[in-house]
């Protein structure tokens, strides 16, 4: 990519004269569509993004949110008013780096652990969990397997060296994601008022200091790259824009942030990702208001002679930009010799414009090579206003011959989108920090926050006592392209609910989410027309289910040879339920032959978007979601509901129906000991993935019943004590074993064994 003239003019304008070298590239990396959102911006506005729960919003590296008590964590949000929250805070973000997982999937997607990692750390939290969704193509293709293989590898890697536990996410395959997969990771951290930094600059005079790894020639217009579509030569013409990861550098990074923090010596801070020092440094003193005199020399480096736009564009990782005051710097540089890492004094914040200023050689005079208003640089990108077209609505069009019911199911358990991700999970080191009370393969994570527990519960230390009450922090994420290909807008909309119904499964209502929007080439009309219909579908469903979208991100160009991608709104939903305990998504064992089997919740009256019509052909329109079909007065409502009924002390189990529609959410229950003989209407009630549904195993129906309010709730059919799954539809039944179950879903791991 180059300036293009349009831009050109504009800053041409703005500065009276050509831009240099440096300016031209600076411009462009922070112009493009990565960085300034030009064509999603004008979206972005349907998102409610504020609440009592919210502290820092959209616009910062991550979003901040205090948590609830623990006597208000079960309330819905919208019945908490501000004294219902405390002093501990947590941190959510998520990011997306999906061309450069393309081009090198290990160090694609490592790196895109380590930026999420670092926008947490800039806010003065600890990383405390990991989630990551990832999109692919068809898994019976062998460049889809060798980008699925080395991203789960990239993640595991990073994660696991860093000690940050990746507990949970989503995985899909889907044939729109060949020649584009998509790797979206999100982070949540752990703070509190005291510790709190944003990136805003504060003072003229203050020192700019970059802690971290030298600065190489990787990652050269990454942010470019990003917002471009990706050339049929991409992995080898576009490998020098990857970025390449050093973990063990980046743990001991956290540590340094981490003692600079508790210390008070950080004013503010950004991490150094999209453009670099540049991108970092120019954002950080523009949210201020102010300037900064930036002296490229004095850049630690780890390659000779790099000029002024390599030192002030590269993205190389592990590194971060502070705000200090003078008579601290020398502490912070002694404590970032403490942990090994590099420390250079580069600058200061100033009142008037940014300013980099580079010499090259020794004795040499230095000669500014940037010279321009920081506000127009990091926010003065004209918006685009793009042509769209509305998606086509698909024809009604169900297969005339449906196949036998158990190669029906078979087939739906067996779908890689559907089936187990025991293979992905069982990589990442899930329980490093000790707060994973919820392990990954279930609906959602969940996570111990014993900071919450209520004083009378701590010891003489102060310290949690063992077996607390505090917060719990459920967690979950993802998208579902079958859906949104579908329908867009509907589509969007379901993917909200379904996330929040993961929650629910853990007896936790919604605190906030963001959101990571993934599209095509937003200049293609249906492209950006599939787009808007995403963004107004998450902000409509996420407004219903009161939960404020705090940050988030977008990537579009996700364009190759193949064509682009289904629009693929992946949201991250972090909730909170009191106590650590959560119900899990399979069947009790012991208590089998005493309980019985309820679905709480309605269905939808089509197959639109469903595995089973990605097997069965034909195509219908997507479900009608459960608070337009009476099942409740509003979305909000209809989780708290499912929460409630998952809480219940009668409660043994309880798992959502989404993906594969009941006939998956049915055997994934199912263990050695404990079955499930159900009876179902018809093919729609066995396949529709209406979302907003739980099944549960209570001991007491009516008391459960009681809790899920105005909710319908059905006797599915009787929990057994043989381990088996059987099935009967209309004139027609399927039995298969514990084992029969895991050998269809397992059909991942069996592949790349």
Same mark, same amino acid.
């Given at each position: ?115 999420? +990692? ?35 590898? $990239? ?16 995985? &899909? ?36 200091? #970059? ?7 990787? $990652? ?36 340094? %942030? ?29 949210? $201020?208001?102010? =300037? ?12 000779? %002679? ?25 502490? /912070? &540089? ?25 010499? $090259? ?113 459920? #967690? ?50 249906? +492209? ?23 940050? =988030? ?64 052909? =034909? ?17 909000? =409502? ?31 229950? /199912? ?12 093919? +729609? ?22 809790? &899920? ?28 074993? &514990? ?15």
């Amino acid at each position: 990519m180059s300036l293009s003239d349009a831009d050109h003019e504009l800053v041409t304008a703005e500065l009276g004269r050509e831009p240099t070298a440096a300016e031209a590239a600076l411009f462009e990396n922070l112009w493009s569509e990565h960085c300034a959102y030009r064509s999603s911006r004008p979206l972005l506005s349907a998102f409610d993004s504020e609440g009592d729960q919210v502290v820092v919003g959209p616009g910062d590296d991550a979003a901040v949110l205090a948590l609830p008590e623990p006597d208000a964590a079960n309330a819905p949000a919208a019945e908490r008013d501000a004294d219902d929250y405390g002093d501990t805070y947590v941190t959510f973000g998520v990011e997306s780096h999906n061309h450069p997982s393309f081009v090198d999937p290990f160090d694609g997607a490592a790196t895109g652990v380590g930026g999420i +990692v670092r926008d947490t750390m800039s806010m003065g939290a600890y990383p405390i969990g990991l989630l990551d969704s990832l999109y692919f193509g068809g898994f019976e293709r062998e460049r889809s397997r060798y980008l699925f293989e080395g991203v789960v590898e $990239g993640i595991s890697h990073y994660g696991n060296c860093i000690g940050v536990p990746t507990v949970g996410g989503s995985v &899909a395959f889907h044939g729109g994601y060949e020649g584009n997969p998509l790797v979206n990771v999100a982070c949540v951290g752990l703070t509190n008022e005291d510790r709190l930094v944003t990136a805003t600059a504060q003072e003229p005079g203050n020192k700019l200091v #970059l802690v971290g790894n030298g600065t190489g020639r990787d $990652g050269l217009g990454g942010a470019s790259f990003a917002s471009e579509d990706l050339a049929e030569d991409a992995e080898t013409e576009d490998r020098p824009a990857v970025q390449v990861g050093d973990p063990y550098a980046e743990k001991r990074l956290i540590e340094c %942030n981490e003692a600079l923090v508790d210390e008070g010596l950080v004013l503010s801070a950004r991490d150094l990702g999209a453009a670099g020092l540049g991108g970092a440094s120019s954002e950080l003193v523009a949210k $201020g208001g102010l =300037g900064a005199r930036i002296d490229l020399d004095a850049v630690h480096q780890r390659e000779p %002679n790099m000029n002024a736009t390599e030192i002030l564009l590269a993205e190389s990782q592990e590194r971060m930009c502070y705000e200090v005051e003078p008579a601290d710097v020398e502490r /912070v &540089a002694a404590l970032a010799e403490r942990f090994d890492l590099g420390c250079s004094v580069i600058g200061e914040v100033t009142d008037g414009n940014y300013v980099c200023e580079f010499a $090259g050689d020794a004795g040499a005079e230095a000669e500014a090579v940037v010279d321009a208003d920081a506000e127009f640089l990091a926010d003065g990108a004209p918006m685009n206003d793009l042509p769209s077209e509305p998606p086509s609505e698909p024809d009604q069009d169900l297969p005339t011959d449906e196949p036998p019911l158990d190669e029906a199911v078979a087939a739906v358990l067996a779908a890689p989108s559907t089936a187990s991700k025991r293979w992905v999970y069982r990589q990442y080191d899930h329980e490093v920090g000790t707060r994973t009370a919820l392990k990954p393969g279930d609906d959602a994570a969940l996570l111990a926050i014993r900071e919450t527990e209520p004083d009378d519960e701590r010891d003489a230390d102060d310290e949690p006592a063992a077996g607390g009450d505090g917060v719990g922090l459920a #967690l979950a994420s993802g998208a579902n392209p079958k859906w949104t290909t579908v329908a867009p807008y509907e589509g969007a909309r379901a993917v909200a609910l379904e996330n929040a119904t993961n929650l629910a499964a853990t007896g936790a209502v919604p605190l906030a989410a963001v959101d990571c929007l993934n599209g095509g080439n937003p200049e293609k009309p249906d +492209v950006y027309g599939a787009f808007e219909g995403i963004v107004d579908g998450l902000a409509d469903a996420c407004a219903a289910l009161d939960t404020p979208v705090v940050g =988030g991100n977008v990537s579009l160009y996700n364009d190759s040879v193949e064509g682009p991608i289904p629009p693929t709104p992946t949201l991250a939903v972090l909730g909170t339920t009191r106590g650590y305990d959560a119900p899990p998504a399979a069947l009790d064992d012991d208590r089998a032959a005493d309980s019985e089997l309820l679905l709480v919740g309605s269905g939808g009256d089509a197959l639109g978007g469903s595995e089973y019509l990605a097997h069965a052909g =034909g195509s219908d329109r997507f479900p009608t979601l459960p608070d337009e079909s009476g099942g409740a007065d509003d979305l909000g =409502g209809l989780v708290a509901s499912l929460a409630a009924a998952a809480r219940h002390e009668s409660t043994l189990a309880a798992h959502d129906v989404s993906e594969g529609g009941l006939a998956v959410a049915l055997a994934e229950l /199912v263990t050695d000991d404990a079955g499930v003989d159900a009876t179902l209407p018809d093919r +729609v009630a066995t396949f529709d993935e209406t979302p907003g549904r739980l099944l549960v195993q209570t001991t007491d129906p009516e008391a459960v019943a009681t809790a &899920a309010g105005d909710l319908p709730v059905f006797r599915l059919g009787a929990v057994t004590t043989d381990g088996t799954l059987s099935l009967t539809v209309d004139d027609e039944s399927v039995a298969l074993s &514990a084992e029969a179950v895991r050998d269809h879903r397992d059909v991942i791991d069996r592949e790349l064994a």
